[in-house]
DNA sequence: TAAAAATACTCCATAGGTATTTTAT
DNA sequence: ATAAAATACCTATGGAGTATTTTTA
C-alpha cells in the first residue's frame, strides 16, 4: 500500500464515479480502476460495489474512507509541523541563568522570545554557576546558558550580552554611601561579603580587581547567591561587589555606589557549538536582535532609571 | 511523499543508521538514502544530521517519527477493521421486530449474535407490522427484520424461521378452558378480540381461517398490539387467536388452548436483496445456524417448556 | 444503446541495484 | 585507515497511457 491508493481511494470515494475522479487526479480512468483494485485486493475486501451505472461505499469502504482522510489530514500537519519545527518557530528551549542574570535580564529576555517566537516554550533553570552551565549544556541538560564568560571546557559558543561594571553595595549605615563614586583603594581594610560558591565568575573578578587595587579583601563572609550576599550587607556584616546589573533588586538597607576602577564583567549567552536544534538559533537570534533594538532605541536611559530608582532608597 | 518514505524513514530513525536500515528493508543503501533525501527535500526540513560516524534526528526528524509511526499504526490497525467488517465481524444491523416476535423471538436472536457476533452490534425497532419493515429495509431504515410472510413489493429475500400454529387466548373464565383442544367450529357465536391494524399479517390469518371454518367472528373488538390483546382478553371481552410464540408471555386471566384446525403462520427473517452489508449476512448466518443448533438439541422439550408454564398460571 | 467500468497492451519514468567517491573519525 | 554515507550511472519493474471490450440501466 502507498499514500497513491490513499489519495485515489479518497477521491473516487468522494465523487463515486472512476471517470471523474480520474480526471481531478489528472489520471486516465484505467490507472485508477486498477489502482483500487490493488488497493483492495491488499486490504482483501471489497471497498466499492460498481455496476457501470454506480459506484457506491461498502460499509467496509465507509470506514477506510474515515480513516484514509484522518490519515492524510494527519500527514498534512505532519509536513506543516516539521517545516515549523525546522524553521525554529516552534519547540523547547532549556534556558539556564546565572542568579544575578535572573534579577537583571531574564524579564527581558522571556518578553522577547514571547513577542518573537510565540510557537517556543522557554524551560527556565535558574541559580546555575558558569561551570555548571556548561556541564549541563554539553550533556544536554539545557539548550541555551546565560552565564559569566569565560566558559570551562570545549564545544560551547558564547555571544556578549552585555558588559556590566562592578559596583559596590554598601550597608546604608556606611560611612562611604556619602560619597557618589568610591576608588577600589579605599576598600583596602573593609569587611568583605563574597560568594560562597567557589567557581563563582564574579568572585573571582572582584579578587582580582582587589589584588590590582593593591590588597586582598580580609575578614570576608561568605554567602550562597545573591539574594543571601544583599542580605548580608544590608545587615552591616561587610559591603560587596557586585556587577551592575544586581541594582535591578532594590533592598532595604543596602545603597549601591558606583566603583571608580573595578574594571566590569561580562554577561554571556551560551550554547553548544554542535547544537542543531533550530529554536536555540532562533532564541539567539531573537535575543541578539532585541538587545540591539533595546539599545538603539534607549540608549542609556535605562541605565538612567535603575540609578535613579535605587538614590531614593 | 509515499508511505515507502515513511516505513523507510522509520526503520532509519529506528536504527539511526542507513546500512543496517538498509538492510533490514530489504534495499541497497543507496536507494535508502536517496528515498530520505526526497522525504527531507519534500518537507523542506532536514530530518536527520548525518556524519559518516554518526546519524541523529534532529527535533524536527523526532517529531515526524512520531507521527509516522502514528501513522503507520493507524493504517495497519485500518486495514484489519476493513477486513473484519467486509467478513461481517464487525459492525452494525439494524433488526426490526413484529410485537409478537420481540416477545418470542427476541432473546434467543439477541443471545445468539452476542455469542456468535461478538463484535456486532444490534439496533432493535420493535413493533412494525409486515408491510412497515419492507417499507424500512426498502429505505434502508431497517437491514434485517423478523416479520409474518408475505412480504410486500419487490426485493426483499426472506427465510423463513419457525411455522407457529395459531393458538387460542381465552379469558381464564371462560367455559372452554376446560377443553384441552378446541374446534374452530366451536368459536363461531363468541366475542373476538382482533389486532387492530389493517396490514396485519396475523389478522388476515385469524380471519381466512375462521372463514374456512365456516363463520365471519362476530361482535369484535380491537386492540393494538399483542400486549393490549391478551389484557381486553384477560377482562374477559373476548377470546383471541394468536401465534403460539405468544404463549412465552404468560399473563394473568388469560389461558392458553391448542386450536384443532386453524392452520399456522410463519415467521420469517427479511433482508434486501442487494443489501451488500456483509454484517447482514453473517447475522443471517448466525440465527439460521443458531436456529438448527436449538433444534437438533431440543426437538421439542422448548415447546413443552412454555406449555407447562401456562399450564400453571 | 449509451455511459461507465474493466481488460489488454504498450511505454517510459523512476525505484532500486552496482560501482565508486567522499568524508569524518 | 576505515567505516559509512553520498554520488554516478545503469537496469527493470510497474505505474500510467491508449485502444478496446464488457456490462447494466
Same mark, same amino acid.
Given at each position: 500500500m502507498e499514500l497513491r491508493h490513499l489519495r485515489y481511494f479518497a477521491a473516487v470515494a468522494e465523487t463515486c464515479h472512476f471517470g471523474r475522479a480520474a480526471e481531478q487526479l489528472h489520471l486516465a480512468q484505467p490507472a485508477l480502476s486498477q489502482a483500487i483494485r490493488q488497493l483492495e485486493a491488499e486490504l482483501g475486501a471489497a471497498l466499492f460495489t460498481r455496476t457501470t451505472r454506480q459506484v457506491t461505499l461498502t460499509p467496509a469502504g465507509e470506514f477506510f474512507l474515515h480513516e484514509t482522510r484522518r490519515t492524510l489530514d494527519a500527514l498534512e500537519a505532519a509536513t506543516h509541523g516539521v517545516r515549523r519545527i525546522s524553521e525554529g518557530q516552534v519547540g523547547l528551549v532549556r534556558l539556564g541563568l546565572t542568579g544575578t542574570a535572573a534579577y537583571s535580564h531574564l524579564p527581558r529576555i522571556a518578553r522577547t522570545v514571547k513577542e518573537r517566537l510565540p510557537g517556543i516554550a522557554l524551560e527556565i533553570h535558574a541559580d546555575l554557576l558558569t561551570p555548571a552551565q556548561c556541564d549541563r549544556l554539553r550533556d544536554g541538560a539545557l539548550d541555551l546558558a546565560v552565564l559569566r564568560?569565560?566558559?570551562?571546557?570545549?564545544?560551547i559558543e558564547t555571544r556578549t550580552l552585555t558588559t556590566e561594571p562592578l559596583t559596590l553595595a554598601l550597608?546604608?549605615?556606611?560611612?562611604?554611601?556619602?560619597?557618589p563614586i568610591v576608588e577600589l583603594?579605599?576598600?583596602?581594610g573593609e569587611d568583605f561579603v563574597l560568594y560562597?560558591?567557589?567557581?563563582?565568575v564574579v568572585n573571582d573578578a572582584v579578587i582580582r580587581a582587589c589584588r590590582a587595587a593593591g590588597f586582598v579583601p580580609q575578614r570576608t563572609h561568605t554567602a550562597q547567591g545573591t539574594a543571601v550576599l544583599l542580605a548580608l550587607v544590608a545587615a552591616g556584616l561587610g559591603l560587596a561587589m557586585v556587577p551592575?546589573?544586581?541594582?535591578?533588586v532594590p533592598l532595604d538597607g543596602v545603597v549601591f555606589r558606583d566603583l571608580a576602577d573595578a574594571g566590569s564583567i561580562d554577561l554571556a549567552l551560551a550554547w553548544?557549538? +554542535? +547544537? +542543531?536544534?533550530p529554536a536555540v538559533a532562533a532564541v539567539v537570534a531573537a535575543i541578539e536582535s532585541g538587545l540591539s533594538a533595546d539599545e538603539a532605541a534607549t540608549p542609556a536611559a535605562a541605565a538612567t532609571a535603575v540609578r535613579t530608582r535605587e538614590e531614593q532608597s
Open positions: 564568560p569565560p566558559t570551562t571546557g570545549e564545544g550597608p546604608a549605615t556606611h560611612p562611604l554611601t556619602t560619597e583603594a579605599r576598600l583596602a560562597a560558591a567557589s567557581g563563582s551592575a546589573g544586581v541594582r535591578a553548544r557549538s +554542535d +547544537d +542543531d536544534n
